[in-house]
């Protein structure tokens, strides 16, 4: 059974531009999150997605976005790039909504470098 | 509101000694789950365990071992005879019954475990 999938790997982008990662479940599983993982800040919370709708989001601003698509995978943009967006992103699933006991599976995460 | 902390933030020793890595976690729900998950330097967070808040039990799987004690809210995990592969991030985790399901992950900051020869 293939993991949870994220690309691209590595990205290097500039103060105000915009990105887009993208993650693919696990088979089977509906509910896709988002994690940030910035040095020094540990893993923070972004964004929950659900059955193609946007259930929970951490304290993130709003040119922190994202969507799921029909298929359940899922991409998360963000805008007007700053240099603190420096960091890991990690996408994971799990079995959706009822499964709040269900272990998160996470990717490889996308490492993301603003200059 | 929920909360994680893992006061370890790194450490060191040498291969075939135990080590417990230490998790204290603050919650006001009766229900709730907790984690621990490895991270190796690759990058992949690995899932090791899941207990729920009313199964008190130990366990014991190969070298890793947890003990979930309620009465000090404390969820820590052994590894006996330890090995450099044994080498990543270990974070444990909480998650709370949610309006709607799912569940949003509180994470703790993470103990850096590196095993020398």
């Known amino acids: 059974e293939a993991g949870v999938t994220q690309s691209p790997t590595h990205l290097i982008k500039t103060r105000g531009q915009q990105v887009t990662l993208r993650c693919s479940p696990i088979?089977?599983?509906?509910?896709v999150y988002w994690y940030q993982q910035a040095l020094g800040l540990g893993l923070q919370f972004l964004l929950w997605?659900?059955?193609?709708?946007?259930?929970n989001r951490g304290n993130f601003p709003p040119r922190f976005s994202g969507r799921q698509f029909p298929n359940y995978s899922s991409e998360l943009n963000v805008n007007a790039l700053e240099l603190e967006d420096s960091a890991l992103y990690l996408c994971a699933s799990s079995l959706g909504t009822g499964g709040w006991d269900q272990p998160q599976h996470f990717g490889d995460g996308t490492r993301l470098s603003i200059l | 509101a929920q909360k994680v902390t893992q006061a370890q933030t790194e450490i060191s020793v040498v291969e075939k000694e135990d080590v417990t890595l230490d998790c204290v976690y603050e919650t006001r729900d009766t229900t709730y789950y907790l984690f621990w998950y490895k991270q190796p330097p690759s990058g992949e967070l690995v899932f090791l365990i899941r207990r729920n808040s009313f199964d008190e039990q130990n366990e014991i799987s190969g070298r890793y071992s947890w003990n979930f004690q309620k009465s000090t809210s404390s969820f820590n995990f052994t590894i006996t005879a330890s090995q450099v592969v044994d080498s990543a991030v270990y974070f444990c985790a909480l998650s709370e019954r949610r309006t709607g399901g799912g569940n949003k992950l509180t994470f703790g900051t993470g103990t850096q475990l590196k095993v020398e020869l």
């Open positions: 088979s089977g599983h509906t509910s």
């Open positions: 997605y659900d059955e193609g709708e946007e259930r």
